[in-house]
Antibody, heavy 120, light 108 residues
């Protein structure tokens, strides 16, 4: 079945960078763009952007422009999201998600989430 | 950016009752690209409804979505114990994709 499995929890100091991976299985990786969504404790989800490994296109939310890099490695069926210049407000669970062909853009498959803690 | 406002913030109901959750957009949501998700503590959000009114795979028919333009509704016809959770609406017709602040459905 279609599945996204993310890398483990991270603890980083303010100003550092974090890189989260998302390994896909059960489908052709380059068929769907991989989106990244984060959710701070008790807050609504926040969309960060997407990367399409099939055509190399990427789009970022203005909120993260300049600090985030998203990429995909089709040979490894893995997507990556790197966020730099971390601050305490970046402490959240980071999810990768895709919309398969049947849901017209809504996220029907999610990774399990990666907790990123930012603390000195 | 399209701002989504959900109401009420908290809804207290009993199993077997009907739940009506609202999502209002600050601008018209193109092509009714509006989704509803359910989230319980721990797991990621679970897609319930997409395209404003289409149920996702495996979602029971007690969940239904309606609306268009700027006003959307999620209805749960008869609440089951497992339905008590937080519900978010999301628009995905315009970038950035945005989520509402959520409605917490709690047991009365």
């Amino acid at each position: 079945q279609v599945q996204l499995v993310q890398s483990g929890a991270e603890v980083k100091k303010p100003g550092a960078s974090v890189k989260v991976s998302c390994k896909a299985s059960g489908y052709t990786f380059s068929s769907y763009a991989v989106h990244w969504v984060r959710q701070a404790p008790g807050q609504r989800p926040e969309w960060m952007g997407w990367n399409n490994a099939g055509n190399g296109n990427t789009k970022y939310s203005q909120e993260f422009q300049g600090r985030v890099t998203m990429a995909g490695d089709a040979s490894a069926s893995t997507a990556y999201m790197e966020l730099s210049s971390l601050r305490s407000e970046d402490m959240a669970v980071y999810y990768c998600a895709i919309s398969t062909a049947s849901t017209l853009g809504a996220f029907d498959i999610w990774g399990q989430g990666t907790m990123v803690t930012v603390s000195s | 950016e399209i701002v989504l406002t959900q109401s009420p913030g908290t809804l207290s109901l009993s199993p077997g009752e009907r739940a009506t959750l609202s999502c209002r957009a600050s601008q018209s949501v193109s092509s009714n690209y509006l989704a509803w998700y359910q989230q319980k503590p721990g797991p990621p959000p679970r897609l319930l409804i997409y395209g404003a009114s289409s149920r996702a795979t495996g979602i029971p028919d007690r969940f239904s979505g309606s609306g268009s333009g700027t006003d959307f509704t999620l209805t749960i016809s008869r609440l089951e114990p497992e339905d008590f959770a937080v519900y978010y609406c999301q628009q995905y017709g315009r970038s950035p994709r945005t989520f509402g602040q959520g409605t917490k459905l709690e047991i009365k």
